[in-house]
């Protein structure tokens, strides 16, 4: 079963529903306190998961405690008492707790038998589809069961009520401030996974911190030993005294020892606590690491057996790989991985990123940090084997960067949805209370739950019809507008005007409800559909997307067939004309809807060859969405059009599109037009609609459902693969990085010098990489490289005796990086100001670099004073400053 509707009454910002007062309705028997209607505030909770929104102080964290309480019955308290509510009062014996109530839906049969079973007077043959549990002043509790409209109330005794909270799901969180620590005591691990465990010393259970404390307080005794003890002379008589430096270090040792920092401050010590549970969770539970081996480890240290400590944490971190599976939720970097390294007496996590560098916690956001933390907790996560759960979890988008807050969706979908071989054995309900906008689920509008506070004595209330007028309020409780926001998606699908995008989206919403598969429709979480305003504001809107400094982006664009888009698609690959018109797409992320003529399947054959979307939509569908549009904004009676018929609209269609054949006709008519965006809200309303009364279609409305549909799967299925092609941008591996790690490699093995013929082979590398990269990067970017190697070649005489040793080897080391960053400066626009203001930069940069790498090889071989320059100063200046044809730039045509 799972929990359908939450009822509250008189809990902190909730009063009671000062709306349903004031509707003529009768009321139901556990609304009313004595004769007085006293409706409880409903929230209703999907049976998967539920969005909590809501401005500041207007109850989305209370709405989670209630929860709980209504559940439990714990922690109720009369300060929880709606200050605000007629009932609050400091009078002797009229003191009152808030009231909770809960309705649970869809039992199945054991979970039916066992409410029978706890209350005796339901007969054995009633099928319980839904009950009521109300709970008055704490211990009062009342079953309803639903009955041909009425609800029969069942009181419930102290007996009865542990029998059924055995028999209620469970409530449990995930608490969004809390992060996996950078390190963590190995003795701690194994005191947490052994709970007769009593090994380890005061010491070693103390977090890094601590034990330098102690160690920096140590060093004042060795600096002067004399401080512990002193002989004195006091009244003729010789006296120890305790150096007051001694003392105030001892105190502060015991203090470490004795964890007596964290008095006073309780909850400091909690989260750390809490913060080693989530370690333990990820070693010993998800990484399935025995506690016996983090022993060995330990001792391993202690004993200076470095060669099996390090043994065993290379087995600890192939556990990790194994197990954790994290990267695969963790879409900015595919190539991310967590390890441990041993350190004193802790354990250490260290991250690898895809440049293949190693960072500390302390190094990375954050966002990292904490979304790794409720990944752990999801994958950590123990069913309860009798009971199902609910999920609470308050704010987690306060620590998340926007996309991490789109991963954190896929965790939620996780919970309420586990998958095959999951090791959740059944759903779990999740509820969330959010701030932000990246975790709405676009998918799901109808999971989201607006909260609204009144004013005065009102409190918060439901706001049921936030879909109308935009979605006002539930803009204003999150602050920024709710429409689509332009590039914060994984990838941006840029179309030409706000009806496409409606149609779009209401399309993937509707086809997702279906259960279509994910590659026949749309994730919008995962996809922005940006209205660039026309045809011909998309090449500048996917201008704007690049930025100046970006040589790619993850975009697709969606065009009509029309002249309009035509010129549009040539702006987009440059071909517009100009010699300083560069693309600014390729040709595989730009689709134009006459590209999928052949396969879309159309109702007439009167089909043009400039295809816009709504083309693709069946005549029936477009005339009940038009008469639509016209009945509800211009308030047209449906008497007055009887003349728009499938015949008329098709008679008139050959080389028109759809919506001109509609417009000219209504041109006809005073009065009478429609606007795309009107015309595409009514579509997905006709369709939903259609859906539903299914069994009620005519046939030829049943067929218009099935093309639509059809088209819909056909054009989504191509968008997805352009989708998938250009997000592989954003994750793999970068020209340059892959440049930078051959010339990486080749200082590391000529640090001092080089003969040419390894120059040679340098440069033969990387041209084998350009090949393999022309499908990849811009073809302006590769021939950038190449011609920068060209230079180099021709400067540094390779080809030339090819035994004999480069000259001016820092030179070269400085033309190397260069080619690094060859094809990322073809890809920029600057003036000339610009252009010489960072090729100095650029200079200054790529020396700094050379020397960096020059300083490590040189100190691993002991031969930093040996190295003397081959050339002067002045000449590596001019080494730098020499331009080469693949850097000179001009300034373009202002457009």
Known sequence: MHLKTVFIRFYKSFNDDFLRKQENRKPKHWEMIGDTYYPYIQVSIDPKITTIVGANESGKSHLLSAIEKAISGKDIERSDFCRYSPFFTVKQNELKYPDFGSEWAELEQPEQDSIKKIIPEIHRNTIIENFFIFRNNVDSLTLYLPERGEYIPYPINAKQVIELDKLLPRTFRIESSIALPSSVPIKKLVQLGQENYSGGTKFELLDRKQRNKIIDELDVFSDNPELITKVRLFSNENREEIDSEAVTAMKSIMSALDEVSFRGREKDKERREKGFNLAYKLICKIAQVDANALLDLAKAIQDGMQGYANGIIERINRQLAINLNFPNYWVQDRKFGLKVMARDYDLVFTITDRTGTEYSFDERSQGLQYFLSYYIEYRSHEPHPNKTEILLMDEPDAYLSSQAQQDLLRIFDLFASPQPGSHLTHPIQVVYVTHSPFLIDKNHSDRIRVLQKGNEDEGTRVVKDFAINRYEPLRSSIGPHIGETVFIGNCNLMVEGIGDQILIAGAAIYLRAKGISNLETLDLNQITIVDSGGATQIPYMVYLACGRHADEIAAIVLLDSDQSGNEAKKHLLGKRGGQHRRPLLKEKFILQLADLKEEFCFVTDNVTAQLEIEDI?????????????????????????????????????????????????????????????????????????????????????????????????????????????????????????????????????????????????????????????????????????????????RDYKLDIDMNKIIDDYTGFQVGLGRIKYAGLLASQEKTPDEAQAEKSAFSEEVLEEVQTDKLIVDEQAQLINEQEPTVSELKTAEVLGNPSTSNKRRKSNPR
């Open 617 to 793: 939509i069946p005549l029936p569908i477009c005339i009940k969405a038009t008469k639509l549009y016209l009945q509800e904004f211009l308030e047209v009676e449906e008497a007055e059009l009887l003349f728009l018929t499938e015949d008329l609209i098709s008679s008139n269609m050959t080389g028109k599109t759809i919506l001109d054949v509609i417009e000219q006709t209504l041109k006809d008519f005073p009065d009478l037009e429609i606007s795309k965006a009107g015309f595409a809200r009514n579509v997905i309303r006709v369709v939903n609609e259609w859906s539903r009364e299914r069994n009620s279609l005519n046939e030829r409305e049943i067929q218009a459902l099935r093309v639509f549909e059809q088209n819909f799967k056909i054009l989504f299925k191509k968008l997805n693969v352009m989708q998938r092609s250009a997000q592989q941008i954003l994750i793999r591996e970068k020209l340059s990085q892959k440049i930078d790690r051959l010339k990486k490699d080749f200082i590391a093995r000529h640090p001092i010098s080089a003969k040419r013929e390894d120059g040679v082979i340098l440069f033969d590398e990387i041209e084998g990489i350009l090949e393999s990269n022309i499908q990849n990067e811009s073809i302006k970017q590769i021939e950038a490289t190449k011609s920068e190697i060209k230079n180099l070649r």
